[in-house]
């Protein structure tokens, strides 16, 4: 990199930190999402030295704790603490992306497209500001794939980077048991950058070997510590339960299979949309037919999508990015969003990906046909990063009807990277590239509005909450919604958290609501405003 690219590059981060960090207030103290299981443990530790996990988690999740109990020794423990940590790791992620494709010899110009494409993502940008575990996880397994990568692309062999990407991996497993995904990748894809031999596969193996004890070990110490969380087993249990339907040729297990597929397609889609006119330069230099058939094949994939009642923005085919904004706004109410928005939003989304696929297998047919051979250190490197994707991805499609979004972010992160890789970014205009950088730009900016407007119906939905404390209605009478009455519950029963059922609160007098049903009685009401969306709008305590 010359020294204007790096003053660029420093000045476009630089950018980006005080957007993220100042656009809004993010400070509320709540749970975001599922992060109430993530954050109370280092609450536990860091108030009371007390070491205890709650019911929730499904994964060890040390790493992270560890992370989450050294950032508030300093910063003093409070959500915002936290979601300020999550900030840093998708900064690193986002670091990590950049490093990755200059590793893979793309130019300057396409990598910090790559690096800052995860911003233009709602999904990317609203996990950055909790304490859920992808944003960290992504930022793990994206450091240690640099370093392998460069360890594969280095002509001395790179002992020195592949050691620190293991290291890397160990912390990752120790985050996620979903991070074994690389292990695996790495077996497969360092005889491809480095030619097989048997020192090389035995060594491989021993990775593979070492992450699965070190997963298998984390599980021990944690039943011997404090017992296993309630749900610890759930998604292993349930992909067991999916390998036993397949044996069983059990046809059902399929069809959720195949819906899963239909959703994540259109996930990766929408993670891919900067790059579309990237992905059409590419299509229209190799034939003007080829973008028909990118369309026709989306349209095909969007009406098996409603076929299937699946879809974005539909009640089954979101977590983070919902028909209400981002979310999950897990109180009663309707969403707003129409069955032609979701039909729309998940065609936008299968057209980028069939753009994404077919761009990739034109230039790499075209590659094969020329004499343009990518040097072996850079195959064995795209395929280790198709092979991660791929095996992070697949347990959550095949194990679940409804595939979160959030699963799809890594994934679709470094899939984009390999369509950048592969496709011939020298001959691409700088039109389509600058096209491309405005899109990531207003994708940042639409993220960053629809997570202001997220954390003003949270200060909405918490303000509410205390005004009924307030007015002397007991905590345990309040439906406040999944996040915050299982956090309720975990703070107020420590040492039994790990063992406790997710809440049911069935019983509870005065629930909060989206909208009032014919019968309810209004308790009280909170407004809010949002930017994008119905301007203003209200949560109701009703009973």
């Known amino acids: 990199m010359t020294r204007s690219q790096i003053i660029y590059a420093a000045l476009l981060l630089f950018a980006v930190t005080l957007a993220l960090f100042l656009s809004f207030d993010f400070s509320g103290d709540y749970a975001i999402n599922d992060d109430w299981g993530y954050s109370t443990p280092v609450r536990w530790w860091v108030l009371d030295r007390r070491l205890a996990l709650t019911h929730w988690q499904s994964m060890p999740l040390i790493t992270q704790l560890v992370l989450g109990v050294a950032w508030t020794e300093v910063f003093g423990f409070s959500q915002g603490a936290l979601r300020q940590l999550n900030l840093v790791l998708a900064l690193t992620t986002c670091t990590a992306i950049f490093a990755s494709a200059r590793a893979l010899y793309l130019p300057v110009s396409i990598s910090l497209l790559c690096a800052v494409l995860p911003l233009a993502s709602p999904i990317f940008v609203g996990l950055s500001y909790s304490f859920m575990t992808d944003v960290p996880a992504a930022a793990l397994v994206a450091g240690a794939l640099f370093f392998f990568i460069r360890s594969f692309t280095r002509s001395c062999g790179g002992g020195l980077e592949y050691s620190i990407g293991v290291a890397l991996l160990l912390l990752a497993v ?11 990748a790495l077996l497969v894809a360092e005889p491809v950058a480095r030619g097989f031999t048997l020192k090389g596969f035995t060594r ?6 070492g992450v699965a004890a070190v997963y298998l070990a984390a599980t021990a110490l944690l039943r011997d510590q404090v017992g296993l969380p309630t749900y610890y087993g759930a998604k292993t249990s349930a992909l067991l339960s999916f390998i036993s339907d397949v044996f069983a040729l059990n046809f059902g297990a399929f069809r959720q299979t195949a819906k899963a597929l239909l959703v994540s397609s259109a996930h990766f889609g929408l993670f891919a949309l900067p790059i579309i006119p990237v992905l059409l330069e590419v299509l229209w230099r190799r034939g003007r037919r080829y973008i028909l058939i990118a369309g026709g094949a989306a349209v095909a994939l969007s009406a098996a999508s409603l076929v299937a009642g699946v879809g974005v923005l539909s009640a089954e085919g979101g977590n983070i990015l919902t028909g209400d904004g981002l979310g999950p706004r897990t109180i009663p109410g309707k969403t707003q969003v129409n069955v032609l928005v979701i039909l729309v939003v998940t065609a936008v989304g299968h057209f980028a990906l069939v753009c994404s696929v077919l761009a990739a297998t034109l230039s790499v047919k075209a590659t094969l046909r020329g004499n343009n051979a990518i040097k072996q250190g850079t195959k064995g490197s795209i395929l280790l990063l198709v092979l991660t994707a791929v095996l992070t991805f697949a347990p959550h499609t095949v194990a679940y009807a409804a595939v979160f979004d959030r699963y799809a972010l890594l994934p679709s992160i470094l899939l984009i990277v390999v369509v950048l890789r592969v496709i011939d970014v020298e001959a691409l205009s700088r039109t389509s590239i ?7 730009f207003v994708g940042f900016v639409i993220s960053l509005t629809l997570t202001a ?3 003003r ?3 909405a939905r918490y303000n509410l909450i205390s005004e009924l404390l307030s007015g002397g209605i007991p905590a345990e009478d309040i439906d406040g919604g999944f996040e915050y009455n299982n956090l309720a519950a975990v703070i107020a ?3 039994g958290a790990v063992s406790m059922s997710r809440v049911d609160p069935a019983n509870r007098t005065v629930r909060l609501k989206r909208e009032p049903e014919p019968g309810d009685q209004i308790v009280a009401t909170e ?6 969306g119905p301007r203003v709008g209200a949560i109701y305590a009703v009973r």
């Open 453 to 455: 407007d997220y954390f």
């Open 434 to 440: 600058r096209f491309s950088a405005a899109l990531v």
């Open 527 to 532: 407004q809010y405003t949002s930017f994008l």
């Open 457 to 459: 119906w949270q200060d």
């Open 493 to 495: 029963n420590p040492q």
């Open 204 to 209: 491989s193996l021993l990775v593979v070997a």
């Open 174 to 184: 120790l985050l996620r048991q979903t991070s074994l995904a690389l292990a695996l």
